[in-house]
């Protein structure tokens, strides 16, 4: 029987490395799947609260100071995943998800819940096809991946600027756009989350902190291609 040696000490079997990486990815959607349901509720009890609907959205410095705390919050936690412990990294990333939900509040004001339920059956959907299709492909999808990248770029660009123009065509050339990045993103963040677990160290807090960046990469991937197919086939009120 073939094996691979790890760490100079340990033998596993091909048979014991698919084992470790199906646990470990089964940690990231778990705590993926966390972040979603934390971020779920919080925005369905902040939309029926009508206190934290006005402190929210009738104050843009509120609002967008929430926006910003959460893009500097993303930065910190993969910038200093190594220095952090375990218990802060899981603790960060929930936060995060309560604080994305807050803001997230707003699809259900603007949003029938029968089509951000369809629109989520859908996304859950297309997430686990593309995410299926990442762990299992032989198919290196390093290039799609950085096009993606290269190409969300760009849309983040033209969404600012949309800001300020209002153009609805360009608004849903962004939607469309939006989509396809994140069905490729999703393939290609599971694929690299799938190599970058360090097989022989399970169970430790190196093990667990891979497993929370691995959560946010793919929570992430999963919420935007929920707003964009949102854009697109929600029915608004």
Known sequence: MEYTQFNQQSYLSPQE????????????????SLALVVTGLTAFFT??????????FSNRLVFFGLLIGEVLL???????????????ATAL???????????????????????????????AVSFGVMSFYGYTTKRDL??????????????????????FLQSEMLYWIISYVGVFIFIGL????????????????????????EAI???????????????FLLRILGKRK
């Open 213 to 227: 960046l691995g959560a946010l990469t793919l929570y992430l991937d999963f919420i935007n291609l929920f707003i």
């Open 186 to 209: 999703i393939a290609y963040d599971t694929q690299k989350i799938k190599a970058m677990n360090i097989i022989g160290n399970e169970g430790t807090d190196e093990d667990h902190k």
């Open 17 to 32: 490395i698919a084992a470790e990486n199906a646990r470990f990815i089964t940690k990231v959607y778990g705590w993926m």
């Open 93 to 123: 990333f929930l936060f995060y998800s309560l604080l994305n939900g807050l803001t997230m509040a707003s699809i259900f004001l603007l949003y029938t819940s029968s089509s951000i339920s369809y629109v989520f059956g859908i996304t």
């Open 142 to 163: 390093t290039t799609i991946g950085n096009l993606c990248v290269m190409a969300l770029v760009g849309v983040l660009i033209a969404s600012l600027v949309n800001f």
């Open 47 to 56: 939309a029926s609260s009508e206190t934290l609907l006005t402190l929210i």
């Open 74 to 88: 993303v930065g910190y936690i993969s910038g200093a995943i190594n220095r952090l412990s375990a218990t802060t």
